[in-house]
């Protein structure tokens, strides 16, 4: 394609511009010649159309974007077209490498937003595959042997751990009224009353009391259970 037809393809996709109002990525695409490649040089003549008062959008905007647009085609659109044209004469440095570029362009104004009720759905799978690895990690034999190495040091001196560090409520999954959620909520209480009394202590003997309602030998009588089972799946 020589330069006459690339700046013909120029001032068409410019004149077509005009008549909308706007462009789309995809109309860009389309009429940019093809040995356009350069994703920088792609962005100037985008920003040069801009310039011109031509909004570019990934979609087609409604009519009354159109109409509140801020945006106005300037007077001098032949010396603008000529000189997007003559952008887009120059060849590019990087060859055809960098199609998927161009490929991107074009399907981008393609996709649909998310409505809200698909934004709540992925939010949630994204929460149930957290839920997920959690329960797969705490499940690890690995994990269990170092939770239990660190609950043994909660009553050595010269650690820094504490028991509402490592345990922040007690539960029965065998209550009818076990609830997961609220289980969780409690749970994200405690931790937060925690931090809160970490923020107020006063390097006072009080501080290195444990929170009411966790008891040391109640926890432990727990961690002792699952050290037996980690010892029975380990034979």
């Keep these: 394609m020589n330069q006459e037809q690339k700046q013909s393809q120029i001032k068409q996709l410019i004149a077509k511009g005009k008549a909308q109002g706007y462009l789309t990525y995809a ?4 009429h940019l010649p093809r040995d356009i490649v350069d994703p920088e040089q792609i962005e100037d003549i985008i920003s040069m159309i801009t310039d011109m008062g031509i909004q570019v959008n990934e979609v087609a905007p409604d009519a009354d974007s159109l109409l509140t647009s801020d945006t106005a085609v300037t007077a001098d659109d032949e010396a603008a077209a000529a000189e997007v044209a003559a952008l887009a004469s120059v060849d590019s440095e990087f060859g055809r490498t960098t199609d998927p570029v161009r490929m ?3 399907e981008m104004g393609s996709v649909e937003l998310l409505t809200r009720e698909e ?3 992925i939010a949630k799978r994204i929460e149930e595959g957290q839920r997920q690895m959690t329960i797969a990690v705490a499940r690890s034999k690995i994990v269990v042997a170092a939770f239990i190495e660190s609950f043994d ?3 050595d001196e010269e650690t820094d751990v504490r ?4 345990v922040l409520s007690l539960i029965d999954l065998n209550e009818p009224e076990f609830d997961p959620k609220a289980v969780a909520a409690a749970a994200a209480a405690a931790k937060e009353k925690a931090a809160a009394k970490d923020n107020d202590k006063d390097n006072s003997d009080e501080d290195e009391e444990e929170p009411k309602g966790l008891d040391y030998y ?3 009588e727990r961690i002792d259970e699952l050290r037996g089972l980690l010892e029975t799946a380990s034979e």
Excluded at 163 to 166: H, I, R, T
């Design 27 to 30: 109309e860009v695409n389309d």
């Design 104 to 106: 991107y362009m074009r």
């Design 119 to 121: 934004e709540l759905k």
């Design 153 to 155: 040091s909660v009553l």
């Design 163 to 166: 028991l509402n560090d490592l």
């Design 218 to 220: 109640d926890v432990k």
